[in-house]
Nanobody
Framework: QVQVVESGGGSVQPGGSLRLSCAASGYTNKRYGMAWFRQAPGKEREAVAGISTGGGSTYYADAVKGRFTISQDNSKLAVYLQMTGLKPDDTAIYYC?????????????????WGQGTQVTVSS
């Protein structure tokens, strides 16, 4: 059974930094794609950053380019999101997603498994 678990959320002041971590277990594939999505209150879920299976394609939402960095550790079945220069608009529940056949990392439909989410709050 595949499980995806996020950690690292919390509260931070504007301009601050946070690092989200996500660990997947139960996969039999050696390669897989992973991504971070977020959903703010009253808004639709959106892709934040993702890496395709094999790492050939990396996606960043325009709103986070230059501030967020996604990285993946295949040996640990993990993906990380380093967030800097945080803004109040970044406040949301952040979800980790994983799947064995991810070609377009920005598409939610590419992912088979999702975590429960971790809250990120940016406020002064």
């Amino acid at each position: 059974q595949v499980q995806v678990v996020e950690s690292g959320g919390g509260s931070v002041q504007p301009g601050g930094s946070l690092r989200l971590s996500c660990a997947a277990s139960g996969y039999t594939n050696k390669r897989y794609g992973m991504a971070w999505f977020r959903q703010a209150p009253g808004k639709e879920r959106e892709a934040v950053a993702g890496i395709s299976t094999g790492g050939g394609s990396t996606y960043y939402a325009d709103a986070v380019k230059g501030r967020f960095t996604i990285s993946q550790d295949n040996s640990k079945l993990a993906v990380y999101l380093q967030m800097t220069g945080l803004k109040p608009d970044d406040t949301a529940i952040y979800y980790c997603a994983a799947g064995p056949y991810v070609a377009d990392p920005s598409l939610a439909s590419e992912y088979d498994n999702w975590g429960q989410g971790t809250q990120v709050t940016v406020s002064s």
